[in-house]
């Protein structure tokens, strides 16, 4: 998910008099370095939008490459701006936030493929993968912090007044946004990555690992009830949190019974009976019809909490 921006202040006027290296005032500096956000800013709000309320993922890409490209741009540009009367830490601070943001897209968008590793390494690897991308939004946050703080202090020391702009991308709240659904997210995987272990285990007719993983499984659960059970609304929104409990109590339901049955049909090998049949087969079924359907609603219920907490793109037609 993409991040937020610092919040740039509008410099609104000062003294009349003219200044050097192509700039008239140190309104039009700062205006000059205003103008780049605005520009990124946009692009970045665009592809927010897109990503979160569109299905059509060339089109997202499209307005990916495009913020991509704006950065760079606007990158270069700030670069090669003059320092203001000797003075480079406006334009070094937001400099700076453009390339933490750039960096950021690294973490974000690196072709790791997660799921097709074995269980434990991809959970690691998924583990790992957002606590690089939450590191990517805290070092973006501080760059923006120490870039207002520069807007600040160039707006005293030029005698400016400055009026706060509007504020965008969400700021904090789409941080807080990424954080909640990255932890009920890890917690998700981590129940279906365990449960791929079982699944393997059974395929191998391995009774030991099966009630290994079956075991592992179980002591998943508790834990992950009990943060379910303390975790509270996003913004009143429930949803994503009680379809995650509710595959949770499913997995602990497996975990406890159906994959015990399970395990002790394959133990007995040869001397199952037609009832030990039956009952492997009757957990078979409640998988086929109540897992599927489960791990679809946590995914849905996370889509629908970012639309409803992102704005819906505002579409130009054509005349």
Excluded at 234 to 242: E, K, L, M, Q, V
Aim: charged fraction near 30%; hydrophobic fraction near 40%; charge should be neutral.
């Amino acid at each position: 998910m993409t991040k937020p921006l610092l919040t740039l202040l509008l410099f609104l006027c000062c003294s009349a008099a003219v200044w050097a290296q192509g700039y008239s005032s140190p309104v039009a500096y700062g205006t000059a370095l205003f103008n780049e956000h605005a520009l990124v800013s946009n692009k970045n709000m665009d592809y927010l939008q897109y990503s979160v309320h569109s299905d059509d993922y060339s089109l997202i890409e499209q307005k990916r490459m495009a913020l991509i490209q704006q950065i760079q741009q606007s990158l270069i540009n700030v670069r090669t701006m003059p320092a203001y009367e000797g003075d480079s830490k406006l334009r070094d601070e937001i400099a700076a936030v453009f390339e933490a943001y750039l960096a950021s897209f690294k973490v974000e968008f690196q072709q790791v493929n997660l799921l097709r590793r074995t269980s434990t390494e991809s959970y690691i690897a998924m583990e790992n993968y957002f606590k690089a991308n939450a590191e990517a939004e805290k070092k973006i946050d501080a760059a923006s912090k120490r870039a207002s703080a520069a807007q600040v202090a160039f707006a005293r020391k030029y005698k400016i007044q400055i009026e706060e702009g509007e504020e965008d991308a969400g700021g904090g709240t789409l941080s807080q946004l990424n954080d909640y659904y990255r932890a009920v997210f890890l917690r998700v995987f981590k129940l279906s990555k365990k449960d791929a272990e079982f699944s393997d285990a059974l395929k191998e007719q391995n009774a030991g690992k099966m009630d290994r993983y079956r075991k592992e499984l179980d002591v998943i659960c508790d834990d992950h009830l009990y943060f379910f059970s303390k975790l509270p609304d996003f913004n009143g929104d429930t949803a994503y949190r009680d379809a995650a409990l509710a595959l949770t109590k499913f997995y602990k339901d497996l975990a406890v019974n159906g994959y015990k049955t399970m395990t002790d049909v394959i133990r007995k090998a040869d001397k199952r009976t037609n009832e030990d049949v039956e009952a492997y087969n009757a957990v078979i079924v409640k998988l086929n019809e109540e897992l599927a359907p489960l791990h679809n609603a946590v995914n849905e219920s996370g889509d629908q909490l970012y639309k409803k907490n992102v704005p819906k793109p505002i579409e130009t037609r054509r005349i």
